[in-house]
């Protein structure tokens, strides 16, 4: 017998299936927009609707003293450019409010302390369904 159904296929599994019309994900319903979900026990992530067709999904635990980088906690997701101490950050990017370190889309430390980037995560999202997926990359 063929092991082939094409609808499982581990590469395109789903990490996290992701509708805006659930009140877990409604925070996404608009760009801008920040959710914490879970992919895995213990792999924490914070989900951000950085435009109409996009979302982000990076570790919301900091790698420098390990704060949450949730919307509930010590997250904020900056869509214009601002200022960390003296580093001046570019938009789209996400900052710790612990300690103010700041990171790119691509989970890149643009300002310290913390000194390691977030884990990052593909996603994929329709915005005429308002339903996405946290993939595997």
């Not at 919307?71 to 938009?91: C, F, I, L, N």
């Not at 989970?107 to 593909?122: R, T």
Request: with cysteine; hydrophobic share 40%; aromatic share 4%.
């Amino acid at each position: 017998g063929s092991t082939d159904s094409g609808s499982t296929d581990a590469a395109s599994a789903a990490l996290l299936d992701i509708d805006v019309s659930s009140a877990t994900y409604a925070g996404l319903a608009q760009v801008g927009g920040m959710v914490a979900a879970d992919l895995a026990p213990g792999q924490k992530v914070v989900l951000v609707r950085v435009a109409n067709a996009q979302l982000a999904c990076l570790s919301r635990v900091c790698t420098h003293a390990g704060c949450e980088i949730s919307p509930e906690d010590s997250g904020k997701w900056h869509a214009t450019p601002w200022q960390a101490g003296s580093v001046k950050v570019p938009g789209n990017t996400l900052e710790c409010t612990c300690h103010t370190s700041a990171f790119g889309l691509d989970g890149k430390v643009l300002a310290g302390p913390a000194s390691k980037p977030l884990d990052v995560f593909a996603t994929t999202f329709d915005p005429a369904t308002g339903k996405g997926k946290v993939v595997k990359s």
